[in-house]
């Protein structure tokens, strides 16, 4: 099984900026999905942003529209999520996950990293 590692973390102030990755242990198969979920302090696991592996094709959830950039390098095998103008309700533990399809639903997903703590503070 794939397995997923999280880096980048940590702790930004309102209005900053952080970049996370995510390495994949082996080669991503051309047909995959990964994305970013997170999880606020309090409230359920939610959909943040997917790529296509193959394509390059992007998803964002509303929230993040615009302030985040998701982004890959297939020969790394790793996923980016450029996170700008960062705001506290970003504050959450973020996860990078596989899938096989174009799905913004966590039951989609059956790879999951670690999570790593992303905290915004004015």
């Known amino acids: 099984q794939l397995q997923l590692q999280e880096s980048g973390g940590g702790s930004a102030q309102d209005g900053g900026s952080l970049r996370l990755s995510c390495a994949a242990s082996?080669?991503?198969?051309?047909?995959?999905?990964m994305g970013w979920f997170r999880q606020p302090p309090g409230k359920e696991r939610e959909f943040v942003a997917l790529?296509?592996?193959?394509?390059?094709?992007?998803l964002y959830s509303d929230s993040v529209k615009g302030r985040f950039t998701i982004s890959k390098d297939n020969a790394k095998n790793t996923v980016y999520l450029q996170m700008n103008s960062l705001k506290a309700e970003d504050t959450a533990v973020y996860y990078c996950?596989?899938?096989?399809?174009?799905?913004?639903?966590?039951?989609?997903?059956?790879?999951w990293g670690q999570g790593t703590q992303v905290t915004v503070a004015a």
């Open positions: 996950a596989k899938g096989s399809r174009y799905s913004s639903s966590r039951l989609d997903y059956n790879n």
């Open positions: 082996t080669r991503v198969y051309s047909s995959s999905v």
């Open positions: 790529i296509r592996w193959h394509s390059g094709t992007t």
